[in-house]
């Protein structure tokens, strides 16, 4: 989460112009307001998604702020700052983006069915850190001193921060409570994250105004002289070079004392399976200009798993799995719906195709999803797919007569230093070159999901024949392949209820002899 910091940071800065807006010049409002727009669009172009979640854990400070302090026409000011750049997001079209593509995800469609299970780690750091208790007793101890000895912005500053770490904790305890209900909002901890430059900088303040109150303090201004004044001059700067050295001096101490174990504590080496990575690049690895040549798919996905797909994603190797907050909701669908798959493994953001409980159906799959090679590793078998994978996998090496690739596995992997990859490949896989031949109408996914299922048979002697439909709604997908396709869903409509729009009027027809079926497409 460290690259996030870069989409989160702009908030803080933009909460600071937000705070400095007061009634006054138009052509500061302009500049201030101007300069919030360009933080938040920013973050946006970062990261949308993750900006989003920003915008969502930083929305009670920034309401704070607006009404602080509360002055009619100060918060009409600020309010309408807010306003104008929600506008200017609206008027180039962000605005729309970003709700059709959050819309657009597996955790708003399927909440209800890939929503994680409830457990304390997902709910705040509180719960896996033994650091994090620490930082916040001493960010509750800067706040209270803020409270008591600042005054104007810092003290809306300190307050800001006091209030929003007591909503999260609201929101952390709501999380943790509804255990059986869905959770649309982000999830708490990634709140947390979000806010930790406030809950920070906010707690400094009001260390900041304590040191100032104490110093105020000891100094007795009825009983100094000209010499005593001077004195107090010169080591007020002083006072806060040291104060301000402190904290780089504390790093750099801590970064020569440091324990061993700590130094390669967040250090994640690539995996070391050369010969593995070489073969997939000469055979389907992606470049601009050359044609896609197939996809690789692994038996199952686990964290030494995905340090592999990485690492092949890296030199532009295309997986078949995918892992991402932008999965689709109808490969999700087609997941549960045609292979059976429990989808709750992969959690809301993952698409993992796996053997068990339909291997017959996973067989015929995997060519028209463009696979290449089915790839079986060694690995702890807690859900008893390696010999099944191996049977489907063997099955698959046989109809392509292809030899099967053993080839040295990592040591990443925790299994031995004598694991291997056992690399199957597929006859004939969908890289683009399956045509249709026939058209099948589903009203529902359900009764989509029942035609792909069954098997196909083959007829090579139809003739092409193509006939495209009248409805201004929906667009066709092209690419059918032998006994699956792609499922259509118009606008409006929900994944399970399809609609026929696309197809009422139309049938396809191909000399290659592949039967299709057509899933719609939102436009």
């Known amino acids: 989460m460290v690259g996030n910091a870069v ?65 009619p026409m100060g918060v009409l000011i600020r309010w309408a700052a807010l306003g104008c750049c929600l506008l200017l997001l609206g008027i180039i079209g962000a605005a729309e983006y970003i709700f059709t593509l959050v819309q657009y995800t597996m955790r708003v469609q399927f909440l209800a069915v890939v929503d994680r299970s409830r457990l304390p780690e997902f709910a705040s750091a509180l719960f896996f850190s033994p650091y994090m208790k620490y930082l916040y007793l001493v960010w509750a101890l800067g706040w209270l001193l803020g409270l008591l000895t600042l005054r104007g912005r810092a003290r809306v500053l300190v307050v800001a921060g006091m209030m929003t770490c007591g909503i999260l904790l609201a929101e952390i305890l709501l999380y943790l409570l509804l255990r059986d209900g869905s959770w649309l909002p982000p999830r708490p901890m990634y709140v947390e994250q979000s806010l930790f430059p406030l809950f920070l900088v906010s707690a400094a303040t009001g260390y900041w105004g304590a040191l100032r109150a104490a110093a105020a303090t000891l100094r007795p201004s009825h009983l100094m002289g000209a010499r005593s004044w001077y004195f107090w001059y010169k080591a007020k ?15 750099v101490y801590y970064a020569v004392s440091r324990p061993l174990y700590i130094a390669d504590l967040y250090n994640e080496p690539w995996p070391k399976e050369s010969e593995f990575e070489q073969f997939f690049v000469d055979e389907i690895s992606q470049a601009v200009g050359q044609p896609f040549r197939g996809a690789v798919l692994f038996d199952f996905h686990d964290y030494p798993r995905q340090l592999t797909v990485d690492n092949l994603w890296l030199r532009s190797v295309p997986t078949i799995s995918q892992y991402g907050q932008l999965v689709t909701p109808q490969s999700t669908y087609f997941n549960a719906a045609v292979l059976k798959n429990d989808i709750r493994l992969m959690g809301p953001n993952g698409f993992m195709p796996l053997v068990n409980p339909s291997p017959e159906v996973f067989s015929r799959v995997l060519p028209v999803r463009g696979t290449r090679y089915f790839v079986v590793g060694d690995h702890i078998d807690r859900f008893n797919l390696v010999s099944l994978a191996h049977q489907v996998g063997q099955s698959l090496a046989n109809q392509s007569a292809r030899p099967i690739m053993v080839l040295p596995q990592g040591l990443h992997h925790n299994v031995g230093p004598n694991s291997v990859w056992h690399v199957y490949e597929l006859s004939a896989p969908n890289v683009g070159n399956y045509s249709p031949t026939e058209v099948l109408v589903a009203e529902t996914g359900a009764q989509a999901a029942e035609m792909m299922i069954q098997p196909v048979s083959i007829s090579p002697d139809k003739s092409c024949f193509q006939r495209r439909s009248t409805n201004r709604w929906c667009r066709r997908a092209t690419s059918k392949c032998p006994g699956f396709g792609a499922v259509c869903m118009c606008p409006g409509r929900p994944t399970e209820l399809l609609s026929s729009c696309c197809l009422s009027n139309s049938r396809i027809a191909c000399a290659h002899g592949a039967k299709a079926f057509a899933w719609c497409v939102p436009i």
Do not use: H, K
Not at 237 to 251: E, G, K, N, S
């Open 237 to 251: 700067p002083a006072a806060a070079f040291i104060v301000v050295a402190l904290v780089p001096a504390a790093v």
């Open 7 to 71: 989409v989160y940071a702009p908030y803080m800065i933009a909460l600071g112009l937000l705070a400095r807006l007061e009634p006054g010049s138009w052509r500061r409002f302009g500049l201030i307001t101007a300069g919030i727009f360009a933080l938040l669009f920013y973050s946006l172009c970062c990261d949308l998604l993750w900006s989003v979640v920003g915008a969502a854990a930083w929305a009670p400070p920034f309401a704070i702020v607006a009404f602080s302090p509360m002055r």
